[in-house]
């Protein structure tokens, strides 16, 4: 049973679950530190309590201080949302040690599939495909360079060497050349012990003009493992995914069949529970790889559930509360895009930007979804991801639906704070996108010197004008006005000669 | 009435007149809408609407899905405004100073790297001058918007 759930985490993702729990009619719980004392998602929670401490570690990831609360609180299950405290198999550990419910899979689980090696093995021994390569266990740095020399001939180049404990491009180096190989396997060593503390790393051949395509899969305690097709996030700045959607545009049925039941395999190896995401790159030749696998609700979510009409987060509650899951055999109608929205200067190498959401004014209409955690008013400060909202639109076809996101994107006012909305509109454009030929490296290839928008001079006549006019009529005063409230319409209250309360 | 705005390319003057609720510049006229919006009729009888909003000196603009920021220039200010291009963009670290107080530095010349929300920034001369001071040492925390350095445009 689950009967009050807190959620550990905060933004678009907490705003998303405190939703589900309502909907659900299960009591919620948000906790929130100091900076975020005014942030949407606490008005969504029927309870909000403040966290004490200044920095992340001591808020959001305080394992500890959250227990606390929930006991406080008379919470009975957590939801991690994504990123601070998803993937920690410890803080799993302690949530089920405090006798509560972790929506999610087991520690056990966590941990497989957390070190890339471990993951690695158990995949092979499940029959999952794995990339070529070799894991080196020597902590050793001069045994575990020399047992790297010794794989690269197997492995052939180019290759990749990634940290066993990576993520996010941290530990990584892709090497062209044998006479590179040394000198980047000290480096990768060198980041994966200051960031992770474990300096493992192990082989993978490189893999060029790969898609990243990933299968969401659910599991329950009642004995269903299923898959609920594909995304397709090829298209990545920076090692992060900005454009995703559901199904692939290059996938055939037999494709899927054989993916997805090859996500089911991995899960069921791990004795998987819940929602989960098993990655691949598939290879121009159709052939496919494991990557990794996140044991969390991902980013993307949303373009699975408009693409396959199951709630994805609702299922994770009441999976979590022992119940079966509710959906029936996979069912794909449709084509979905998710695009993200960050506070971020796209036309200076996508730095973060700060400032206030002066107007907020997200596109409406039919198939369009949005989930966010701002609005008007809010300010985009550096003490958190710089991700603003998740625009997901849904159209019969995939052609309809890059109409459809064009669209709402051209509808999207964001005023007094940089955003990339510009630069996802242009990649609508392009066409690679547009016949659905994306891989991993496709930004890079459009824009090998840095993105620049193509602004018509009509356009910045227009906005020029338009700014001289607002200048001259004021209508920064009246702006002003409208927020202070100093000046603005009378309260209906006094007007009609009564007070409140 | 008169505007000018700043642009990569230099100050912009706009000259924009009115009759009774429409203004016009060229072949385009705008009227301000009951919400504060703008509609503009394009020359060639074409309307878009246009979002505005006013935050420090800067009007931010969307028309035609594209969103624009027009800085202001008061009148009777000078073109070097309050340091320019020369104060920080977000709160960071001052990870190198390039220069010292009375060198002579041509546009393009980079002044300071920054480190902000863990990348690096680069601050550079947005015009030639000379440095008159540098308020920064490296490893030194800097707020958004302070003067990182004094540069004369002589």
Known sequence: MVRKVLVANRGEIACRILRACNEAGLPSVAIYAENDASSMFIELADEAVLLTGDTIGETYLDQEQILAIAKSTGADAIHPGFGFLSERADFARAVGNAGLQWVGPSPEAIEQMGDKMTARITMRAAGVPVIPGEEIEHEDEADALAAIEAASHRVGYPLLLKASSGGGGKGMRAVHAPEDLIESAKGARREAIAAFGDGRVYLERLLTGSKHVEIQVLADRHGRTIHLGERECSVQRRHQKVFEEAPCATMTSELREAMGQAAVAAAEAVDYEGAGTVEFLLAPTGEFFFLEMNTRIQVEHPVTELVTGVDLVREQLRIAAGEPMSCGPLMMRGHAIEVRLYAEDAANNFLPAIGPLAVFRPPEGPGVRLDTGVREGDEVTPNYDPMLAKLIVWAPSRHEALQRMRRALDEFVVLGTTTNIRFLRELCDEHEVITGATDTTTIDRIWPNGWQPTVPRAVEDMALMAAAVAESAGLHRKQSMASTGGQGPPSPFETIGRRFP | ?154
């Open chain 2, 1 to 154: 009435m008169h505007h000018q705005f700043r642009s990569p390319e230099g100050p912009i003057e706009v000259t924009v007149a009115k009759q009774g609720d429409e203004w016009s510049l060229g072949g385009l006229s705008t009227t301000v809408m009951a919400d504060g919006r703008l509609r503009i009729v394009g020359s060639d009888g074409g309307i878009s609407f246009g979002h505005v909003a006013k935050v420090g000196d800067v009007w931010w603009v969307h028309t035609q899905g594209h969103t624009f920021k027009l800085e202001r220039i008061e009148p009777g200010a000078t073109d070097t405004d309050d340091g320019g291009g020369l104060t920080a963009p977000m709160p960071g670290k001052v990870l190198d100073v390039l220069v010292a107080a009375g060198e002579v530095v041509s546009a393009g010349t980079t002044l300071m790297v920054l480190e902000a929300m863990k990348m690096e920034h680069r601050i550079v001369a947005a015009s030639d001058g000379v440095v008159m001071a540098v308020h920064f040492a490296a490893g030194d925390q800097v707020e958004q918007g302070v003067a990182l350095l004094t540069l004369d445009e002589s």
